[in-house]
């Protein structure tokens, strides 16, 4: 399984960007894709995840409201739409993949198997 993420930049507080996480390797029914940060000096955190299969979103509480996750099959990408970023968004932010993952578990970075190179979010105030 690869995982190419990009999307990153440099954005005004306020603002929004897009991140794609492009999965190649094999097909993802039963998968859950996820996108976690990592600011520096800070231990690695939580953002969102989907299920391949049904949909289903789950949300880290510092963004839940202002982000939004989604895949395409078609294109066998997970988006991470950002809106009203603020500065202390600011982290490289990386995608994931794993199988099987239960309710418990999903958020939970260490359970991830399958992990994308991060892609640097820069909001300045």
């Known amino acids: 399984v690869q995982l190419q993420a990009c999307g990153g930049g440099l954005v005004q507080a306020g603002g929004s960007l897009r991140l794609s996480c492009a999965a190649s390797g094999r097909t993802f029914s039963n998968y859950a894709m996820a996108w976690f940060r990592q600011a520096p000096g800070k231990e690695r955190e939580f953002v969102a995840a989907i299920r391949w299969t049904g949909g289903s979103t789950y949300y880290g509480d510092s963004v839940k409201g202002r982000f939004t996750i989604s895949r395409s099959n078609a294109e066998n990408t997970v988006y991470l739409q950002m809106n009203s970023l603020k500065p202390e968004d600011t982290a490289v932010y990386y995608c994931?993949?794993?199988?099987?993952?239960?309710?418990?578990?999903?958020?939970?970075?260490?359970?991830?198997?399958?992990w994308g190179q991060g892609t640097l979010v820069t909001v300045s105030s």
């Open positions: 994931a993949g794993q199988q099987g993952l239960i309710l418990t578990t999903i958020r939970d970075g260490t359970f991830y198997g399958y």
